[in-house]
């Protein structure tokens, strides 16, 4: 029996906090030396953060990165640790994952695959290493190994994927495998998505498998520079098994998962397969190491289950983690938000509350304290929802008893600090100055947008006032759907520093309240006073009530427009693609109809490309988001896909 003690971790770090990042990495350090721990993988640029954007193009950063290095080194007494940076050679920058062997830096693997989709833009900073290629470097002053390396450190032999080497058709372990692997470390910034946790186990048991070894995944965690939320969950799989899996969306700001691993067991079931393709001669790149990791007598880790979470479950972790730590990274004193009682604002409330109970549970209260230390919270906790959380309906002539209640009864149910106001004079001002200078009254018959828009932009002055003598954060409320479509105001309820649902459509956010009203999970408890926001149909309310506005008679029914912003942006379809896709799945609607709703939409998209670049900055949470600056880019001005619309015209079919 020849057992190693391995473990992967996951970190919560902050871009270019070199003392706040070493620190963290030095307490995973003592906690794994602490357990026994031999070989530990750390997550992909975990020296500096992965989201540093340009700012890695900067000489100081590989300066301060060396320097974190160093200190990492010299804390790395009997175990071995590989870690993340960005590494300058030949004037090229590079990806790469330091391998520290008990005090001495033994090389720097370098990523081969780049992620350059969706909201990745490493091919921006970072250069691809290619295959099978090997050099030196010089890193603190010594000459050391850069590129495609395989370890040897007292006979365990591992190697490296680095976060996307993994997700590509030519991963590097296959490769490294015909080696011989012990070990295979994948180091990795991934960050969420929905049902992403499930692919990740599929790619890191079939790497275990089909290399005969353990594997380590390791990654960064929380809200790390505003708009990409980690979910943590380190995973060690040995021979295709899951073994040890640690916690996702935890508040800590690290987690350690271990596991036992027998490596003899693997070398003969290894040898005993025949389908092998072997190696004989060793590579160039093999950096070897005489130190000797303590083996164990002990029995390996056996397979284990990782718990399932459900959609609506993972929406509600990854945006309360992604607000908590959006709060104490940005200093600010809390939240604020213009809760109208409808579904997106008190979808936003509901979150910023889930998110303090979560740290709470999690933290403990001290615990909480200690995370908000520049936030002189309440001797008492029952406090710490209204100091930290502050909402306002703001009433206009067109507002209805049954919007204020659902906003009275739902901010009191979450224990914020709730505020009345009363807009209508406001808006009678403005309405009065600009039919002053027209001279002519402003009617709705003539001036519809114009009156509606200036109920929701007469919100935004006070609103953001509020937020400025709290010193707190204003909160946009607009989700996706509406950003798709244009159906948002421009310094209205668009108006904030950031948007928490502005990345997850209309109708799932719809589900996710009654999910939450009358369901919940084991950590988020149910909400019951939502149950007055659920009973309203979706409405802006900026109307005279005897026009019956709702936002799917202005727009069309969410899930089909939902289901249009989907072909369209995520899948590139043309319109009449659309057309034809979606007469199959909405057959209850006639066909003019779905044709007309498809028109409306692509018009709609062209048009309000501009508003979408002036978004407050929101979560990616899937792989839909509309987000210009890191996920779909499109022209503000262009024909408006004339040709095509024209195609879906004339199409008879």
Not at 270 to 284: F, M, N
Not at 541 to 570: C, F, K, N, V, W
Request: aromatic share 8%; glycine share 8%.
């Amino acid at each position: 029996m020849k057992t190693i003690h391995v473990a992967a971790a996951s970190v919560n770090q902050t871009p270019l906090d070199w003392e706040g990042n070493l620190s963290r990495i030095l307490v995973v350090l003592d906690e794994a030396r602490a357990k026994g721990v031999q070989v530990l993988c750390l997550p992909e640029l975990a020296l500096t953060g992965y989201g540093c954007e340009d700012a890695f193009l900067m000489p100081n950063t590989i300066d301060y990165a060396e320097d974190a290095l160093a200190s990492l080194v010299e804390s790395s007494s009997g175990m071995v640790i590989s870690v993340g940076l960005p590494w300058r050679h030949n004037h090229a920058l590079f990806n790469v994952a330091a391998v520290i062997v008990d005090g001495e830096l033994l090389g720097l693997v370098a990523k081969q695959h780049l992620a350059g989709d969706g909201l990745h833009y490493e091919p921006r900073w970072f250069n691809s290493w290619p295959r099978g290629e090997v050099t030196v470097t010089e890193c603190l002053g010594q000459e050391v190994m850069l590129g495609d390396l395989l370890f040897d450190v007292g006979g365990v032999r591992f190697g490296f994927e680095i976060c996307e080497d993994a997700w590509s058709a030519t991963r590097p372990g296959a490769s490294l495998a015909a080696y011989g692997l012990d070990l295979l470390l994948n180091p990795s910034a991934s960050h969420f998505a929905f049902g992403k946790q499930r692919l990740r186990e599929r790619f890191i048991n079939e790497g275990a498998r089909s290399c005969g070894c353990a594997y380590l995944y390791a990654n960064l965690l929380g809200n790390e520079s505003g708009r990409v939320v980690f979910d943590g969950g380190p995973m060690i799989s040995n021979q295709g098994e899951l073994v040890a899996h640690g916690r996702r969306f935890s508040y800590k700001d690290s987690t350690l998962t271990s596991a036992l691993i027998d490596l003899e067991v693997n070398r003969s079931k290894v040898a005993s397969t025949a389908s092998r393709i072997v190696e004989v001669q060793d590579p160039v790149g093999l950096v070897m190491s005489d130190w000797q990791p303590k083996f164990l007598r002990s029995a390996p880790s056996s397979q284990v289950d990782r718990p399932i979470l459900r959609k609506e479950e993972e929406f509600a972790h990854v945006v309360g983690l992604a607000l908590f730590d959006y709060m104490r990274k940005s200093f600010s004193q809390g939240f604020v938000v213009s809760l109208s009682g409808g579904a997106d604002s008190s979808a936003v409330s509901c979150l910023v509350a889930i998110g303090l109970r979560l740290a709470i549970e999690e933290l403990g209260e001290a615990g909480v304290r200690e995370r908000l230390a520049h936030v002189m919270l309440a001797e008492n906790s029952n406090e710490w929802m209204s100091q930290l959380l502050a909402c306002v309906y703001q009433a206009s002539e067109h507002s209805g008893d049954a919007t204020e209640l659902s906003a009275k009864e739902l901010a009191e149910g979450l224990g914020a600090d709730y505020q009345s106001w009363v807009i209508a004079p406001l808006v009678e001002g403005y309405t009065s100055m600009v039919s002053g200078g027209l001279g002519r009254d402003l009617t709705w018959a003539k001036d519809d947008l114009a009156l509606q828009n200036i109920q929701a932009r007469v919100r935004s002055p006070g609103i953001w006032m509020l937020a400025n003598v709290r010193k707190s954060l204003l909160l946009a409320t607009s989700n996706r759907s509406e950003a798709a479509v244009g159906y948002a105001t421009m310094d209205g309820d668009t108006s904030g520093g950031l948007s928490p649902v502005g990345g997850i459509d209309k109708a799932f956010l719809r589900e996710w309240l009654v999910w939450l009203e009358t369901e919940g999970s084991e950590l988020v408890q149910p909400i019951p006073e939502l149950k007055y926001v659920n009973s309203l149909q979706p409405t802006a309310e900026l109307r005279p009530s005897d026009h019956g506005q709702t936002d799917e008679s202005d727009l069309m029914p969410y899930p089909i427009l939902d289901a249009i912003e989907r072909a369209a942006i995520r899948d590139k379809r043309a319109p009449l693609s659309i057309y034809i896709l979606i007469r199959e799945h909405f057959s209850d609607y006639s066909a003019e109809q779905l044709r007309a709703w498809v028109l409306k939409f692509f018009r709609l998209w062209c048009r309000n490309q501009w508003k979408r670049e002036r978004y407050a900055p929101s979560f990616h949470v899937d792989d839909e988001n509309l987000d210009p600056k890191t996920w779909c880019r499109f022209p503000i001005l262009s024909s408006g896909f004339t040709a095509e619309l024209r195609d879906l015209e004339k199409y008879n079919g």
